[in-house]
């Protein structure tokens, strides 16, 4: 089947055109920093954005899609599963 948008430019606000499973870590940091991160079970999320900020979201709900890039999803303090960087 042909892609009609092969040609369009890929915007932050569309559609991901690829995905990883996350293992949350401490030290390791993306190679390609997602647009945007799917958390599958519930809980918190630990994680270190592009412009350096620690931080958690706390009760994330599973099933839920955050806008977000980040440079590395932490372990220490991540309890959410089925963490998906989408690219």
Do not use: Q
Not at 53 to 66: E, F, K, N, P
Not at 73 to 83: E, K, W
């Amino acid at each position: 089947m042909p892609d009609l948008f092969a040609n369009v430019h890929p915007s932050l606000s569309g559609p991901a055109t690829s995905a990883f499973s996350v293992t949350p870590s401490d030290t390791a940091e993306f190679s390609t920093p997602p647009r945007a991160l799917y958390v599958g079970g519930d809980g918190d999320l630990a994680i270190k954005t592009l412009s350096g900020d620690v931080v958690t979201l706390t009760s994330v709900a599973g099933g839920s899609i955050l806008p977000i890039r980040v440079a590395r999803v932490l372990s220490t303090g991540t309890t959410a599963t089925g963490i998906v960087g989408l690219v």
